[in-house]
T-cell receptor
């Protein structure tokens, strides 16, 4: 069973703080990792993809990947109330599956 | 780029009727499309994977005779919920993956189905 684990939250952070969202996965052979944001009642939207160990920055978002530890995280700097949403971690499983496995998501609440 | 549309965005129907939902990739060719269902406050559940020109692959527990999927072209996949019942009421979301070795999935805006 290919699994992606996330804390369900809610993760509550004050406006302007750094929000740190974490995800672990079980398939050691996975090479592609994604973070999606889903607002209540809406469909997921892609925030970032990451393929190599280390950090990848895009604006206020930084994705971090550690394949040895099977761990991927998303940091949101200068958190805004508009960042309040559920963040979904997704891992691409190849080798016959060829599909994304999603975590259950972490609900982030940014309070003013 | 990478825009996926769905139609309709919401639909209300009577129990026993069938409902068709369309998913289109607007600016790229999608050899693979995916259909998800999401109940309130729950995570995405993959229903089936659809490859252009071939039969869909359904996830365990999803009735293929109830949820008919057609992927007749590189930009269009349809999901038909046959003989819908109130328990089929849900948020149905499609996603599409680009054809040339891409593994990134782009989601449509979703269709909210309510069966009375």
């Amino acid at each position: 069973q290919k699994e992606v684990e996330q804390n369900s939250g809610p993760l509550s952070v004050p406006e302007g703080a750094i929000a740190s969202l974490n995800c672990t996965y079980s398939d050691r052979g996975s090479q592609s990792f994604f973070w999606y944001r889903q607002y209540s009642g809406k469909s997921p939207e892609l925030i970032m993809s990451i393929y190599s160990n280390g950090d990848k920055e895009d604006g206020r978002f930084t994705a971090q990947l550690n394949k040895a530890s099977q761990y991927v995280s998303l940091l949101i700097r200068d958190s805004q109330p508009s960042d309040s949403a559920t963040y979904l971690c997704a891992v691409f499983i190849s080798g016959g599956y060829n599909k994304l496995i999603f975590g259950a998501g972490t609900r982030l609440a940014v309070h003013p | 780029g990478a825009v996926v549309s769905q139609h309709p965005s919401w639909v209300i129907c009577k129990s026993g009727t069938s409902v068709k939902i369309e998913c289109r990739s607007l600016d790229f060719q999608a050899t693979t499309m995916f259909w998800y269902r999401q109940f309130p406050k729950q995570s995405l559940m993959l229903m089936a994977t659809s490859n252009e020109g071939s039969k869909a692959t359904y996830e365990q527990g999803v009735e293929k005779d109830k949820f008919l999927i057609n992927h007749a072209s590189l930009t269009l996949s349809t999901l038909t919920v046959t003989s819908a019942h109130p328990e089929d009421s849900s948020f149905y979301i499609c996603s599409a993956r680009m054809g040339q070795g891409g593994d990134t999935q782009y989601f449509g805006p979703g269709t909210r189905l309510t069966v009375l």
